[in-house]
C-alpha cells in the first residue's frame, strides 16, 4: 500500500503526539515518584535523624523503653517536641508554635522506635520486618540500645497511589485524544496550506510531460513554493521556446536542402531530355547549388560539434589585424562588383590574441559576407580594428538596409532571418552569425548588434588579448 504526502504527514504528527503524550506521562511518574515521593521520604530521614539525641537522652534517664510502651502520649509528646517530657514541661506545650514540614507531611505517623533487637517498641507496627525502611541506630554509652525507623511515604500511600495512578492515566488518555485531535486538524490544515500547492505543481509537470509547453503556474506566495512555481513557469517557457525553435528548425533544414536540390533535379532532368545542352553555364549553375548545399551542412556539422563540445580549436598566438586585412584583400573583388565603398581602419601594428587562426579566418568571412549580401549596391561598409588593455575590438559597419531594433537580440539564433530585404533572395540561410557567436564564445570573446550610424547593422566583435 502507497501513502501519500498528506497521509504520511498525518500519521507523522500522530507519532510525534503520541510519543510526546507517552513521554509526558512517564515524565511525570518519574517526578511523581523520584522528585514529591523522594522529598518526602528525605524529611522523614532528616526527622528521625533529629530525634535520635531525644531518645538516647529519654533511655539515659529511664534506663529502658518500658516508659514508652503502651503510652502513646509520652511517645507523641517525643515525636512532636522532643524531649518535653524530660524537662518538665506540659505535653501540650509541645503543639504550640509552627509544626515542621515533616509533622505536616505525616512523618511522626510513619516513625517507630525499635529496641536493640530491633523489635518494636512503640510506633507505626509496618516497619518491622520490611527490608527497605531506613534506621538510624540509637547509641547509649558506646552501646546501640535501639533504632528509629521511618516507614517510606511509598509504602502508606499505596492505595492512594493506585487511585492517583488511575487519574493520572485517565487524563493521560484524554491528552492524548486530544492531541491526536489537534494533529489531525493541523495536518489538514498544513495539507490544504502547503501540500495543495504541491498537488498543483505535480498536475502541471505531468502536463508539461505529455507536451503542453504552454502549463502555467499562479504564483501566490514567495516562499519555498513560491519560488519552485516561478521556476516551473520559466522551464515550461523555456520548453516551449526550444519546442517552436526545433519547429522552425526543421522546417528551415527541409527548405534550404529542398530548394537547391530542386534545382539539381531540374537542371539535370533537362540535360537528360534534351531540354537544355551541357555547357559551361549549365555546369556554373549547377556548381552553385552544390555549394550551397555544401556549406549549408558544413555549418550545420560545426554547429552540432560545438554544441557538443567537439569543435577543435588549436590555439596560438594570432595577429588578427593582420587576418582582417588579408580577409578584407579577399573580398575586394566582391565589394567592387557591388559598388561598396571599403573605408578600413586597420592598424599596421600587431594586435596578438591567443586563438585559433583559421576559426578566426571563418569568424571574420562570415561577418564580412554577411555585410556585403545585405548591403545595398552603392552602400558603404565601414571596418575598424583597435586594441585595448586586455581586448581586441573590431567593428564592422554597414549601411542600409537596417534591422528593426526589436530584431537585433535574435540575429544570432539559428535559420532567423529578418524579413524584408535581408532574406534568403540575397542567398543567407541564417547560420551564419550563429557560427559566428560560437567561434567567438569558444576564444571567450563577445559578440554584439546594433543599429549603424551608416543606416544598416554594426557588429562588434572584443576578443581577448594573448
Known sequence: MRF??????????????MLAVLAT????????????????????????ESLVPSLASAYEQHGSWDYLRHNPRAWFTLLLGGSAELRGVDAASAFRGRPSES???????RVALLDAERRLVTGNPEVVGAADVPMRPIVVNGATVGWLAVLPFQRVTAGAGAHLQDRQLIST???????????????????HRLLGPVKHITAATHRLATGDYATRLVVSSSDEIGRLSDDFNRLALALEKNEQMRRAFMADISHELRTPLAVLRGELEAIEDGVRTLTPESLKSLQSEVATLGKLVNDLYELSLADIG???????????????RLRLRGFQDRLNERHITLESDVPRDELIVNGDETRIQQLFSNLVENSIRYTNSGGRFRVACRGERERVVIDLQDSAPGVPPELVPRLFERFYRVDGSRNRESGGVGLGLAICKSIVEAHRGTISAQDSPLGGLWVSVTLPVA
Open 4 to 17: 501519500g504526502i498528506t497521509s504520511k504527514l498525518f500519521f507523522a504528527l500522530l507519532a510525534t503526539s
Open 25 to 48: 506521562s512517564i515524565a511525570a511518574r518519574v517526578s511523581f515518584v523520584r522528585g514529591f515521593l523522594g522529598y518526602l521520604n528525605e524529611q522523614g530521614v532528616e526527622r528521625i
Open 103 to 109: 509533622d505536616l507531611t505525616g512523618v511522626s505517623l
Open 173 to 191: 488518555w484524554i491528552i492524548g485524544a486530544g492531541a491526536v485531535l489537534f494533529a489531525a486538524l493541523v495536518a489538514v490544515l498544513l495539507t
Open 310 to 324: 567537439a569543435l577543435t580549436y588549436r590555439m596560438a598566438d594570432v595577429d588578427v589585424a593582420e587576418v582582417l
